[in-house]
């Protein structure tokens, strides 16, 4: 049986003596010739002892990533909330089931009949089947919203309709009809990193809100726009002006399909303009009315309505043409952007669209329990594993480091391991778009290690790879919970450990 926490490192050619030691409670063996464990030795109790973990959880592991020994492993039995650090399992499993070519699909189709003056007595349909990079400006080889549009509406001309008597519909049933999991928190929702599912996603389902700041501290904010219009939200504003340079510190309120936003908090003073983004109420619902005004500013009337498909009596029941095909990126290249970045939207969408193909209905549910099956086929303990989500929003999530590190030595052996190991935010390189090309530039780590961040309330995660001194990929991960202090500390300690990783000598 596994001690709870050790180290174990050394050549098998040599026989080393071991030396044990117990300190607060844990168990570490190691090499008294290999200075760096030493140093990873005194820093933990340290560590622990400071009033920042008093009451907190803290646990670590570190793998030889290509044959799964174990080098570090601390505190590795504790189930703790991994916050962004869960996306490494959700695309993990996404890119070998579904493969890193896997691509989504958008339809535009219509039901009716073109007459010969160029009238469609019919429905024009936007058909969704999950894509959440759907008019994302983050992609090179995608059109932006505005392009998109332009983009549908031109194939509409060239399809030989100028007019429309019907409506405009948004098609989301590809996925169920829950977008977020039940236990949500209440500030989270209304906010962009909060966006809930849809099979019928738009923008990444989000919109950008702009303000003026009044000239003090404590003045009411002005809204000046949304970005795109979105002219049926009402929003009940309590913003008001905070110090200048304290930064975003506010936010909006509201559940999916609610169009009353409320606002609260503050954003700074001394600036022109300060601009936060909200989650779309109806992702499928702005899809058809952006749309619409497309096509109506453009000079094709439409006598209908923007809707959604709930809306209809029965226009599934009419055969559909196809009019254009909208593809995704490659799973990869989403992924890419998934991690580096850390987007919830895509998470979640992901999580849900296995569901989608291997259970049969695109529900939290069934992606839960295509993941936890992902776990068993590659022999990972479910003990301490606890799933909610796909992106680590959830506080209701648990994993240990001991599988949330296996996870990553076990794709090391994947056929998709070079875009999985791509996406990772890269350490030190301010060349790189993800979360720690701020750290040490100059240390062992430094474009040399890949770690995934994650962060909630009181969470603060890390996992990754790293290759020490001899040349041997590690993969690790650590996870503080329930800390009472700066996020930045669990930073630097964990930035410490890492180098250290790097500078091991087996």
Not at 53 to 67: F, P, R, V
Not at 191 to 199: E, K, L, Q, V
Not at 284 to 313: K, M, N, T
């Amino acid at each position: 049986m596994k001690p709870k926490n050790r180290i174990l490192a050394g050549n098998s050619l040599l026989i080393y003596f071991i030396v044990f030691i117990d300190l607060l409670a844990i168990n570490i063996f190691a090499l008294p010739a290999n200075l760096k464990l030493q140093k990873i030795q005194k820093l933990v109790p340290e560590f622990e002892k400071d009033s920042l973990m008093l009451h907190g959880q803290w646990s670590m592991t570190a793998l030889d990533a290509k044959s799964g020994k174990i080098l570090i492993s601390m505190n590795d039995e504790k189930s703790l909330a991994p916050a962004s650090c869960l996306k490494l399992v959700t695309t993990a499993a996404a890119l070998c089931l579904l493969g890193e070519n896997f691509q989504f699909e958008t339809r535009l189709e219509y039901v009716g009949q073109i007459t010969l003056d160029k009238v469609l007595n019919g429905h024009l349909f936007i058909t969704g089947t999950g894509d959440p990079t759907l008019g994302s400006s983050r992609f090179d080889s995608l059109k932006n919203l505005p392009d998109l549009l332009q983009m549908w509406t031109d194939s509409v001309k060239m399809h030989g309709i100028t007019r429309i008597n019907g409506n405009v519909i948004g098609d989301d049933r590809y996925f169920d009809d829950f977008p977020i999991p039940e236990n949500w928190n209440w500030i989270d929702m209304g906010n962009y990193y909060a966006a809930g599912t849809s099979g019928l996603c738009i923008n990444e389902n989000s919109f950008k809100l702009i303000f003026k700041p009044g000239p003090k501290v404590g003045d009411p904010v002005e809204i000046i726009k949304t970005d795109p219009e979105m002219p049926d939200i009402r929003f009940l504003n309590r913003l008001k002006t905070g110090p200048a340079g304290s930064g975003d510190n506010a936010y909006l309120y509201a559940a999916p399909d609610q169009w009353t936003f409320y606002l609260n908090g503050t954003i700074p003073a001394g600036v022109p303009e300060f601009s936060i983004r909200g989650a779309l109420p109806n992702p499928a619902r702005v899809a058809a009315q952006l749309f619409y005004q497309q096509l109506q500013s453009s000079g094709i009337q439409v006598s209908g309505r923007p809707s959604v498909i709930s809306d209809e009596i029965s226009p599934e029941n009419e055969p559909r043409n196809l009019i254009s095909k909208t593809l995704s990126p490659s799973l990869k290249d989403i992924i890419y952007w998934l991690n580096k970045k850390s987007i919830n939207l895509y998470a979640e969408q992901l999580f849900k669209t296995l569901g989608r193909q291997f259970r049969g209905v695109a529900s939290y549910e069934n992606g839960r329990a295509v993941v936890t099956e992902f776990f068993k086929q590659n022999g990972i303990p479910l003990d301490g594993f606890f799933l909610e989500d796909g992106s680590g929003l959830s506080h209701y999530n648990g994993i240990t480091t001991f599988q949330l590190a296996n996870v990553l030595s076990i794709m090391t052996q994947k056929d998709c391991f070079s875009g999985y190991y791509d996406s990772f935010p890269i350490v030190g390189d301010p060349k790189d778009p993800g979360t720690v090309h701020h750290w040490n530039q100059q240390s062992s780590a430094a474009k040399n290690a890949r770690v995934k961040t994650g962060s909630i309330l009181r969470v603060r995660s890390h996992a990754g790879y790293v290759t020490d001194k001899s040349g041997r990929l590690i993969s690790f991960a650590m996870i503080a919970n329930d800390y009472d202090g700066s996020s930045r500390k669990i930073d630097r300690f964990h930035e410490k450990l890492i180098i250290l990783l790097a500078q091991l000598n087996r």
